[in-house]
């Protein structure tokens, strides 16, 4: 593939530190535990991977598989379920994992699906938030960092499935795509 140019918008360490804080923030929101941490795939697993072992607290993980993009730049709009949860979250202190938030058409899907399943509580814990961008509400208790309104890729963020393997957050730049 041809290497598109890439700006480092946040670092390793930026990105490490901020983990850190949000780690010992749900430390302190979830003292008793257990915490189902329900990460997103794929863009959400290196996140969840370094929040899980900044929290002292009890965790549990378990992933879901949601798609609302496809291989552009732009949500399709369509947003469908690729893969379930393993275990029951029926009374259970849930926080979905997620990478970023850009239009909020994902999670709002998800917080209505996860909704119903009748967890103790549920909350959202994104690395990103575009806010610029939303187009469906959704309630994001812990941000680890607001964005401007530019395409990003790294540390888990990809485009069309390429840099999820970067341990920056960089801008793509160049033409854009989709
Ligand atoms: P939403 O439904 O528009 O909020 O989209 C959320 C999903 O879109 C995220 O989980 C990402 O997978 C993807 N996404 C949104 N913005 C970006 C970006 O800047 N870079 C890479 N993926 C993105
Ligand atoms: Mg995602």
Request: aromatic share 8%; net charge negative.
């Amino acid at each position: 593939m041809t290497q598109a140019p890439l700006r480092v918008l946040l670092s390793a360490e930026q990105i490490q530190a901020r983990i850190r804080e949000l780690g010992a923030q749900i430390d302190r929101d979830y003292p008793e535990g257990p915490v189902y941490l329900v990460a997103i795939l794929k863009g959400a697993c290196f996140f969840l991977a370094d929040l899980a072992r900044a929290m002292k607290c009890q965790a549990r993980l378990d992933f879901i598989g949601i798609s609302s993009y496809g291989k552009g730049k732009t949500s399709s709009g369509e947003v469908k379920l690729t893969k379930d949860l393993d275990t029951s979250i029926e009374g259970a202190d849930v926080l979905v994992v997620e990478d970023i938030v850009d239009s909020g058409v994902t999670l709002n899907y998800l917080m209505h699906v996860l909704g119903q399943r009748r967890p103790r509580s549920l909350r959202i814990v994104a690395l990103l938030d575009k806010p610029d961008r939303r187009l469906r509400p959704v309630e994001v208790a812990y941000v680890g960092f607001q964005i401007p309104d530019e395409f990003v890729v790294g540390y888990g963020l990809d485009y069309a499935e390429d840099y999820r393997n970067l341990s920056d957050i960089c801008v793509l730049e160049g033409p854009k795509a989709g």
